[in-house]
């Protein structure tokens, strides 16, 4: 599982001015060098230059978010480059809203896939819950072998199938659904925030918590004012 | 694989009545008992008696769905329940706009899950072509028999590690993609037909074309005039 | 201003069905007749029956709304006719989620506008107050007859307008903003409860909040459990 | 009525790399100073350096746009600053698929608003056609005439209400539909093309033709190629 930057639009000044456009109004950027006694200054790069929001515009981003005026976040805009297990990546494309994703597909490519392998594996909820996962099993390095010995034996029938003449559209039934499958997202901040919010909530799954941090990793140092408002 | 009709609102007079608002109109269907000289007349049961649109409603589902004038077709909403192998799930769910959907989670399943069994194994595209299949493969019948035979290994796997306590998030990864998934699935005659008209392409999968089929055939009698005209 | 019901689709059981698909099960009503000791039962008219939901059915209901699992909501459809002057209209637009409309066009239609007339003209917020209004302007009724001369005959030079051959696309520039459009609007019990607790809250414009309980007041009757459920 | 551009993201190559994650390559551009006997080349600027696009890369930009591939196009971003009169305002915002807009809200602010004053007023459109228009209207400069002062008038009732303490959101009622609104509007490429091609067409407003005109001629440079092919 991995995320890679590859590009974006906008920064914290952009949110700003979309919600300001309701008032005709337009702000800018805090001088590079200027002091500030806003307890929450925030500075930020651009163009080479260390700059700050002016304190009504830390002030109305919090507004913004505190209230769901989402919108003025969806001026911008995060590509990255996703890889995780189909399951995972299946949760990721749940999220629909103000998202677009292109995906590796098995119908084109027949290179050897990546078996995902977790770190543990990890017991059953315990009690009466229904979702999620406790401590790494007992016995999860046993299981983290047998796992490992049948997704690769599976990805080797795929691969005797592709080279038998198989079409790929079907050899792909055979595979494992802990193969990594690749893909470009393109979000806006407040799709990547509803998706940041829910996936690392403490009852979704591990893997994709792990995933939902790395995209935050990412989009933080971006839009430092706005995602921390907008995950808060 | 299986689509199953479960509910549905609207018909060829809704879509009509949807559209004529732009105009400040409403029409009504052609009485029951009425002779129509119009070529094209499809009638339909409503109430328990067969009506049928008026030749003017009639053209006018034709000229919208001729210039794209989705929308008349929107306000209608039919609801599916459908199962299918993962990767032909996957591109069904590739349909967002206008369509939802409700999926078993195998966060929170643990029953045995059904192998999907193509009919026969395809070779691959012939010269240049980079996606799709050829006819059957000659020892078709020898990978359907290994495919089964690591398919269910694969399943049993799956059912040990759950039975012995590993949490069903992770246990799935074992799982083959070749596994059925069920869902239920709501969207309206647009949306619908551009799921039908792409997927039943002769460059789609043949069991995405299969499963396209399957929807068009219970869409079609509830829709008559404007199934025809959107996916003609 | 008017919202009247035009068609439905599903009921507070098919939203705990669609909920139940991921646990691979279904419900049914609790039937007609049964005695429940559940504080908060309500009675549908099923098929000319008073039935109810079983008490797990109305808890998972709960759940779902308070966590914001709105998907087994849209596997509905509701389907309204509304008219609104032309900046309301616009408000009920920025829903865009899960909403379609088709309303009518000053492109094609003529006749003579309906003037929206306000029960009074309010006063402007007070202090710092950015949006919003007060209780009646002391001079109301001096404005409610301006307006009404005003926008009148703006209306009357319109007519005039179209009289004359001016192409009706630009005519209706001349109108005022107060003319009444009417649309069809149809959303899934999620986009409508979206719109009904934005549009309530005390901040939203007075004419919207009326707009919004009359929609309300529709949906709940066909909704009980899953309507209050939403907009609690 | 005016089209300003105010960021955006991505280029040809971009696209390109978007739709390559399907085979799991990606490319490059063609060096600076490179000879093409392509005879599309489009030397693009990029970091100061005109590039241009491998011959295979036109080409598989050219085969998406025809086969209705958009979402290679949809991992970009174009803001744009849009002044426009209500009525064509609201037809730009029909486009919702991909589409954000925030615009000025005449709730908060109570400046004096432009009117929109079109160089002719059309006649209506000959024969049976219901919609669009045709020439100048013979009198059209007594239209013209007539239009500006009522509409002038219109926006000095607006001014007096707002002066005497009327709440911004009823006092708008008064206004005329040709005032112009401002909005920012992000979009990417996929989902402004559907507007352009839709809005270009000989049927649409002469008014919006012109506004869909002004956004091409600031999206074809940044992404010439992909632009020619959406439009073609």
Request: with cysteine; proline share 6%.
């Amino acid at each position: 599982m991995d995320v890679e930057y590859l590009d974006h639009m906008g920064n914290d000044l952009a949110v700003v001015n979309a919600a300001r456009v309701s008032f005709s109004k337009t702000s800018e950027w805090l001088p590079s060098g200027s002091t500030s006694d806003y307890p929450d200054v925030v500075y930020q790069n651009i163009d080479g230059n260390p700059v700050n929001l002016k304190q009504g515009d830390h002030k109305l981003i919090q507004y913004l978010a505190r209230h769901n005026h989402w919108t003025p976040f969806a001026h911008t805009a995060i590509k990255l480059r996703v890889s995780a297990p189909v399951p995972i990546r299946t949760q990721c494309f749940k999220h629909k809203s103000g998202l677009v994703e292109n995906e590796e597909s098995r119908r084109y490519i027949t290179t050897t896939p990546e078996l995902f392998i977790p770190d543990s594996f990890r017991e059953a909820p315990m009690g009466n819950v229904k979702q999620g996962s406790g401590e790494a099993h007992y016995f999860s390095k046993q299981w983290l072998d047998l796992y490992q010995r049948v997704g690769k034996e599976a990805i080797a029938y795929y691969q005797m199938m592709i080279d038998a003449g198989i079409c790929p559209e079907q050899a792909r039934f055979i595979l494992p659904q802990g193969v990594e499958v690749n893909w470009v997202w393109t979000g806006n901040l407040a799709s990547y925030a509803r998706f940041f919010n829910q996936r690392t909530d403490p009852h979704a799954q591990k893997e994709i918590q792990y995933l939902a941090e790395e995209v935050g990793a990412i989009i933080e140092p971006l839009f430092p004012v706005s995602w921390k408002a907008l995950t808060a």
